[in-house]
């Protein structure tokens, strides 16, 4: 889970970052909260491999294309919704093709992880699937490897249907999907990697993530999960038991116009490039989130659905500006009394940024609240 690509003259301004020795990704390495990492990906490949492992290495991909675009955006993954379900978090992500999921991952002095995936389903609800997957330990350099694994439900889907009609065979009350990941990974090489957005130090991690999907039914209002029944499992076309085997490189630099891979791609064992997914411009600040303590303000609900109440004792003539994730102003008011209601009826699901301002512009308040219908 996608503009022109960069002239001369931009790659000339953010520099040539060429290697004269192996580099060190560190956790001042990564992304933090407030950055936003606009992202292109080449579906296509034309032949394009990883390339070769060791020292002193120089990866050539200036040809790749930009076939989508897309832009990342962090942010503190305390006031996302859904937050209380991936307690270790510091970091949410969400993709600026996509308002309604949020990827939790926590980044610390070890490393940084993936937690999660929040859902926002189409009745309002939410779908947290729980998963631990670790994406670089810090410090990295070359021959930095480890190994992960985890167990647990992807997913639980009511169904409540008769399949065969009424007979011996239980109504099915739930289907259940869990998965068992066995991770392997491996910094194995070094050098200079060029991709349309320029040349970078890097090191080359490449990851290998063995997983083992099972389907369960629970019918009859037992309770109780079986496998699906293979008969069942062709008419709903699933599979009892599916094996997978998903393969990546990704290119980690030190340089602090990047802060995540400049590139990474999907490969097959013998080599073939599935998708390439490379940073296609500097790192730049997303929607400002620092608030400022000078007052009490509070806001609700939080999520809202049709409208949201902000009290505040900044009474003197301020405004306030509704922004959307990707920092386009939605609403802007004037207010001077302690409460203040606004409609967000019409709003799409997802997160928005509220700024509260003085007379003169100063931003006096700022924080998030989450629009789920």
């Known amino acids: 889970m996608k503009k022109t690509l960069l002239s001369l003259t931009l790659l000339t301004s953010i520099g040539i970052y060429s290697a004269q ?54 942010m503190d993954a305390s006031p996302s919704p859904g937050n209380s379900n991936f307690p270790l978090s510091n970091l949410v992500m969400q993709e600026s093709s996509d308002d309604s999921s949020w990827v939790f991952l926590t980044k610390d002095a070890s490393g940084f992880f993936m937690n999660g995936l929040l859902q926002l389903q189409q009745d309002g609800s939410f779908q947290a699937v729980n998963f631990a997957s670790t994406l670089i330990t810090f410090p990295s350099t070359m021959g930095t490897n480890f190994v992960d694994s985890w167990n647990g439900v992807l997913i639980v889907l009511p169904v409540d249907t008769d399949p065969d009609g009424p007979g011996p065979t239980p109504i099915i009350d739930s289907v259940k999907i869990t998965r068992a990941s066995s991770l392997s990974s491996n910094i194995d090489a070094w050098g200079d990697v060029t991709t349309p957005f320029g040349t970078f130090a890097s090191l080359r991690q490449v990851v290998e993530d063995q997983t083992i999907d099972t389907t369960w039914t629970a019918s009859g209002g037992s309770g109780v999960w079986e496998m699906i029944d293979p008969v069942l499992a062709s008419l709903f076309n699933l599979d009892q038991i599916a094996y997978d085997t998903t393969r990546t490189a990704r290119w980690w630099t030190n340089n602090p116009i990047s802060k995540f891979p400049i590139v990474e791609m999907d490969y097959e064992d013998n080599g073939t490039v599935n998708n390439i997914d490379w940073q296609k411009s500097t790192l730049v600040a997303a929607v ?58 019409a709003f799409n699901n997802g997160i928005y940024f509220y700024n509260i301002l003085d007379v003169n512009g100063n931003l006096l308040h700022s924080n998030k609240f989450v629009v789920s219908k």
């Open 21 to 74: 020795a192996q580099i060190t990704v560190d956790l001042a390495d990564v992304v933090a909260a407030g950055d936003a990492i606009e992202q292109a990906q080449d579906t296509i490949s034309n032949g394009i491999t990883i390339g070769s492992s060791g020292a002193n290495q120089t990866w050539d991909f200036s040809s790749l294309n930009q076939d989508e675009l897309d832009t990342l955006f962090f």
């Open 288 to 345: 400002t989130e620092q608030s400022v303590s000078v007052s009490t303000v509070s806001l609700s609900p939080n999520p809202a659905k049709t409208e949201v109440t902000i009290k505040t004792d900044l009474t003197n003539n301020n405004t306030i500006k509704i922004l959307d994730i990707t920092g386009k102003l939605i609403v802007e008011k004037s207010f001077n009394t302690s409460q203040i209601t606004l409609p967000v009826s």
